[in-house]
């Protein structure tokens, strides 16, 4: 959908580690998005970009960072993974400028912190 | 600020029977309103979206939703379920203020044969 790829799919990291997500696009679209899916929270904001180097923090940023020094490619990191950031990673992007705009969404990245 | 109330977590239904998911709005003006679906182990997929509109909006594979502001609601139905609807279904609301979605917490529909 939309040609979002994420890598990888699965990882399995100790705590105190650095981990990279990684979510790549094809669409060329502007605004791209990182969630969190947990149980009984449903999808929360990480951080989001829009545009080459403009990025901004959502409501769950704390722990993270994230790069876009492409258009295609969004980065988020965890400088020392927590077994609190045990979750599924949602990478997303819309069409348009705006939120009225669907979102497309990658098959996701499942992160387990030991 | 915005919020979204998934009234059900777990939702059962037989096969060949209507479905509702229920969800719950609050917002300060008027929302953009989507429900979205997610089968096992894939990302979420959109299956339609109110922004203004008609108030009866309809999705795709059958669904449709009902926007009320005077309820706050944004059910989902679809008249006849089939198996390939066993799904867990998201209710979202837009906050262009905040640039962001606010999901809801979910809802996982069951279709028994």
């Known amino acids: 959908d939309a040609g979002i790829t994420q890598s990888p799919r699965h990882k399995v990291t100790e705590t105190g580690t650095p981990v990279t997500l990684r979510c790549h696009q094809t669409e060329n679209h502007r605004y791209m998005y990182w969630y969190r899916q947990d149980p009984g929270h449903g999808l929360r904001l990480i951080h989001y970009?829009?545009?080459?180097?403009?990025?901004d923090k959502g409501e769950v940023s704390d722990g993270y960072s994230v790069s876009r020094s492409k258009t295609e490619d969004f980065l988020l990191t965890l400088e020392s993974a927590t077994s609190s950031q045990t979750s599924v990673y949602f990478c997303?992007?819309?069409?348009?400028?705006?939120?009225?705009?669907?979102?497309?969404f990658g098959n996701g990245t499942r992160l387990t912190v030991t | 600020a915005q919020s979204v109330t998934q009234l059900d977590s777990h939702v059962s239904v037989s096969e060949g029977t209507p479905v509702l998911l229920r969800c719950n709005y609050s917002?300060?003006?008027?929302?953009?309103l989507f429900w979205y679906v997610q089968h096992p182990n894939k990302g979420l997929q959109l299956l339609l979206k109110?922004?203004?509109?008609?108030?009866l909006v309809k999705g795709i594979n059958g669904f449709e939703a009902e926007f009320k502001k005077s309820e706050t609601s944004f059910h989902l139905t679809k008249p006849s379920a089939h198996m390939s609807d066993a799904a867990e279904y998201f209710c979202?609301?837009?906050?262009?203020?905040?640039?962001?979605?606010?999901f809801g917490t979910g809802t996982r529909l069951t279709v028994i044969p």
């Open positions: 917002s300060s003006y008027s929302p953009s």
């Open positions: 997303a992007t819309v069409a348009g400028d705006s939120l009225d705009s669907p979102l497309h």
């Open positions: 979202v609301v837009s906050d262009r203020r905040a640039n962001n979605l606010f």
């Open positions: 109110y922004t203004s509109a008609a108030t």
């Open positions: 970009s829009y545009g080459v180097k403009d990025t």
